[in-house]
């Protein structure tokens, strides 16, 4: 069973400080990895992706990749409210047909 | 573009009842998916297409069944409804479905089952 593993928080963090988020996942073959961030009731949207291992910025955003670890991480710098959400970690199979999501971690920034 | 538009947004259904989820997409997508998300939880993938007329199971496929007969198009058909089915529908869809591609979500359809 492949999985894809997340703390479900709450992780609560302070305006203007660094959330950090996490994720690890079972299958060795994987090899694109996936931050999506949904508000209540609505949708998921993409925020970041990432292939190689290392960091990968984009904004106030950071992801980075350990595949040897098996390790997914989603940093966000100078957290606003309007980042409080559950973020989803998402994962390709082997077979590149379908993402592999986690439970989300529900994170809460306060002003 | 209008990206993938899902009708309808609520519907109460009663144990027994059969309906069908409307999914459409406009990018000229060819992989279309099929996810339920329970209450604090992730999504699960029910089915997908690669393609129209090609389907395949998901983690979940129990109790649905989809067709896809034109690339826009992608309808998720629930028989005989049953409680367990009461969750958040999402529809999503990629261009080539590979590795490094994007899934683009619809709105979602909010289900009861009583």
């Known amino acids: 069973q492949k999985e894809v593993e997340q703390n479900s928080g709450p992780l609560s963090v302070p305006e203007g400080a660094i959330a950090s988020l996490n994720c690890t996942y079972s299958d060795r073959g994987s090899q694109s990895f996936f931050w999506y961030r949904q508000y209540s009731g609505k949708s998921p949207e993409l925020i970041m992706s990432?292939?190689?291992?290392g960091d990968k910025e984009d904004g106030r955003f950071t992801a980075q990749l350990n595949k040897a670890s098996q390790y997914v991480s989603l940093l966000i710098r100078d957290s606003q409210p309007s980042d409080s959400a559950t973020y989803l970690c998402?994962?390709?199979?082997?077979?590149?047909?379908?993402?592999?999501f986690g439970k989300g971690t529900t994170l809460s920034v306060s002003s | 573009n209008a990206g993938v538009t899902q009708t309808p947004k609520f519907r109460i259904l009663k144990i027994g009842q059969s309906m069908t989820l409307q999914c459409t997409q406009d990018m000229n997508h060819n992989y279309m998916y099929w996810y339920r998300q329970d209450p604090g939880m992730g999504l699960k993938l029910i089915y997908y297409?690669?393609?129209?007329?090609?389907?395949d199971k998901g983690e979940v496929p129990n109790g649905y069944n989809v067709s896809r007969s034109t690339t826009e198009d992608f309808p998720l058909r629930l028989e005989l409804a049953a409680p367990s089915q009461t969750s958040v529908y999402f529809c999503?869809?990629?261009?080539?479905?590979?590795?490094?591609?994007?899934?683009?979500f619809g709105p979602g359809t909010r289900l009861t089952v009583l």
């Open positions: 990432i292939y190689s291992n």
């Open positions: 297409s690669v393609g129209a007329g090609i389907t």
């Open positions: 999503a869809s990629s261009y080539v479905g590979g590795i490094g591609d994007t899934q683009y």
């Open positions: 998402a994962v390709n199979d082997q077979a590149g047909t379908a993402l592999i």
